[in-house]
T-cell receptor
Framework: SQTIHQWPATLVQPVGSPLSLECTVEGTSNPNLYWYRQAAGRGLQLLFYSVGIGQISSEVPQNLSASRPQDRQFILSSKKLLLSDSGFYLC????????????FGPGTRLLVL | AQKITQTQPGMFVQEKEAVTLDCTYDTSDPSYGLFWYKQPSSGEMIFLIYQGSYDQQNATEGRYSLNFQKARKSANLVISASQLGDSAMYFCALAYGGATNKLIFGTGTLLAVQP
């Protein structure tokens, strides 16, 4: 069976500090990978998606970047965090192709102070 | 452009009763998918049910069913025999973008099941 991991679970960072969130998937090959952000009391907003190693697409302009150095690893980064980067970050995977179910990781709660 | 609308910020239901959570959508894609997810207070997103735009029958998964009305562009979730553990946020989502399989989410409905 497939599993998806995210770490860390919780992170408190000062404004201006760097960020690295990691997501890994087990039990599948060549998945589509996704990063979402959920602000408090809001729905999910798609930030980045990837259909293969090194292939990253950004959905919204922002202070963040993403990378996919390995088939089942997806990393969300920032060089300098802003207060507005606070939120709940969720990674998801799906099999390739359209209208496939996305399965989510446990998420990372980020608080920027 | 794609759009998902959930107009019920919060709902109450008595235990063992049925409840309907509303979702309307708009898309220019001829082929699309609709999903419902549950988010308990722990934050995890749990997949509940899927409906394809060309599926002839409404989807069902245990106590969950999807009332899909294509002409009205609605995809309401029906939960039968509500349980206390059903208390959570519920999100409707629309799949678009072809093979990239992107999702756009609604703002969610907070369901509270009362004993």
């Amino acid at each position: 069976s497939q599993t998806i991991h995210q770490w860390p679970a919780t992170l408190v960072q000062p404004v201006g500090s760097p960020l690295s969130l990691e997501c890994t998937v087990e039990g599948t090959s060549n998945p589509n990978l996704y990063w979402y952000r959920q602000a408090a009391g809001r729905g999910l907003q798609l930030l980045f998606y990837s259909v293969g190693i090194g292939q990253i697409s950004s959905e919204v302009p922002q202070n963040l970047s993403a990378s996919r150095p390995q088939d089942r690893q997806f990393i969300l980064s920032s060089k300098k965090l802003l207060l507005s980067d606070s939120g709940f970050y969720l990674c998801a995977w799906s099999t390739s192709g359209g209208r496939k179910t996305q399965y989510f990781g446990p998420g990372t709660r980020l608080l920027v102070l | 452009a794609q759009k998902i609308t959930q107009t019920q910020p919060g709902m109450f239901v008595q235990e063992k009763e049925a409840v309907t959570l509303d979702c309307t959508y708009d898309t220019s894609d001829p082929s699309y998918g609709l999903f419902w997810y549950k988010q308990p207070s722990s934050g995890e997103m749990i997949f509940l049910i899927y409906q394809g735009s060309y599926d002839q029958q409404n989807a069902t998964e245990g106590r969950y069913s999807l009332n899909f009305q294509k002409a009205r562009k609605s995809a309401n979730l029906v939960i039968s025999a509500s349980q206390l553990g059903d208390s959570a946020m519920y999100f409707c989502a629309l799949a678009y973008g072809g093979a990239t399989n992107k999702l756009i989410f609604g703002t969610g409905t907070l369901l509270a099941v009362q004993p």
